[in-house]
């Protein structure tokens, strides 16, 4: 659905800790939406279909993300028949989004060299091959830009390619002029560690006029300065869309429910790791289906914490799934998931939960902001109140930000 405006409806600095807080209003062709507010992603639909809930999600900003691991790249670039199989994917992801607003998908090239375990020879990253030949960006960002044509994407989505800033922005000033010419909308995507951050979202906001700008995330102690420079976009009609966030950060909580207070709008959670531990030869380990590594997204606290320590929260979703047999069961049984099946159901679970409850918090948050009283709920949440507390008494104890950086980690 094509977005038809992006405005600011309040902004609140009462609060006074490290930035105002605001929502924003995305107008799509479909529905409005308020930020900020949580994406779903690719990932979570997975973990859905493991769930025998009939509860839908119905998040009003959808993402599938494909992470194009050298092989995939080598695949994609070289392999007939494989364009297809993402496509499909693609679609199939699209079709299950339906109660989404806005509905996006992100091919996005990795960018760790390797070596070959066998020959010892480098293999380098889909994006150091970008990087080095100019034919070979040209043809991937076709062929990525067809395949979402062809999805019927209204909003094109541009992945993030690490250049110097004269050849990256003579190559998305080219891909903007394309897409006008096909009467679709490009979403831009810039990492928040790039060297020319500041410059980036100048040209993409302030050149292009571009109204939502996707981010790849990184942790404020990562990226600080970029998030100084999200700061002067807070009064301005733009949202930033923030994917691959850490689910948990500084004293389990949600990174996601953090992130308001450092300046943007709509946030996915980056892709769960499966096991990949291997013994002292190299094989694979037997996995031992542990219940108690299960997280659970806690709404008052903004914590998401191993099962164990939230029986509240066990005895809360309870009740809530209790039309869901198979899901109270499990919930009041989760001891007993430690088999491959219960397992998958309890982890699953989990993320879907989480999305649902996170997303309502988000909802609750937006009306504290719309009545400026953002300090109301910071005071309700005190792991939240405690991690911004330490972050403002580092600002009053030094005018060093790299001391008020090692302090914020500690």
């Known amino acids: 659905m094509k977005i038809v405006d992006v405005k600011i409806k309040s902004i609140d600095d009462s609060s006074k800790y490290l930035y105002p807080n605001r929502t924003i209003e995305i107008k799509t062709a479909r529905q409005n939406i308020m930020t900020p507010t949580r994406a779903s992603t690719d990932s979570e639909y997975r973990q859905k279909a493991l769930v025998p809930t009939a509860l839908p999600i119905e998040n009003p900003v959808s993402i599938t993300i494909e992470e194009l691991t050298a092989n995939k790249f080598d695949r994609l670039m070289n392999e007939n028949g494989y364009f297809a199989r993402i496509i499909n994917r693609v679609e199939l992801k699209s079709r299950l989004s339906q109660y989404s607003g806005l509905d996006l998908v992100l091919l996005k090239p990795t960018k760790s060299d390797k070596k070959d375990k066998d020959t010892k020879e480098p293999r380098y ?30 909003q094109i989505s541009v992945p993030f390619i690490e250049l ?12 903007n002029q394309t897409m006008e010419k096909v009467n679709r909308q490009p979403i831009f995507f810039v990492d928040m560690n790039y060297q020319d951050f500041k410059k980036a979202i100048d040209l993409i906001v302030n050149n292009l006029q571009s109204n939502v700008v996707g981010l790849y995330f990184q942790s404020y102690k990562r990226a600080h300065l970029s998030y100084e420079i999200l700061r002067e976009y807070i009064d301005k009609d733009v949202a930033f869309l923030t994917v691959q966030v850490e689910r948990v950060g500084l004293n389990e909580i949600s990174t996601m429910h953090y992130l308001p207070f450092f300046g943007n709008d709509v946030y996915a959670v980056e892709k769960p790791r499966g096991f990949a531990e291997k013994d002292e030869m190299g094989k694979p380990k037997k996995i031992m289906y542990n219940p108690e590594r299960v997280r659970l997204f806690d709404r008052n606290s903004l914590c998401v914490r191993h099962i164990t320590a939230i029986p509240s929260v066990v005895e809360r979703l309870s009740d809530e799934y209790s039309r869901d047999y198979m899901i109270s069961d499990i919930l009041h049984n989760y001891q007993e998931a430690t088999t ?15 999305l649902r409850s996170s997303s309502m918090e988000f909802a609750n948050f937006q009306r504290y902001i719309k009545q400026n009283s953002t300090k109301d709920y910071v005071e309700e949440k005190q792991v939240l109140k405690q991690t911004l507390q330490k972050v403002i008494d580092a600002q009053a104890s030094t005018k060093s930000l790299g001391d008020l950086l090692d302090l914020y980690d500690k």
Do not use: C, H, W
Not at 127 to 139: A, V, Y
Not at 164 to 175: A, D, R
């Open 340 to 354: 491959k099946d219960k397992y998958e159901v309890l982890n699953a679970f989990s993320k879907v939960s989480e």
């Open 164 to 175: 110097p800033f004269q050849e990256f922005s003579k190559l998305i000033i080219q891909i």
């Open 125 to 154: 990253s889909p994006m150091t091959l970008l990087k080095q030949n100019p034919q070979l960006l040209e043809r991937f960002l076709r062929v990525i830009i067809k395949m979402q044509l062809d999805a019927g994407f209204d």
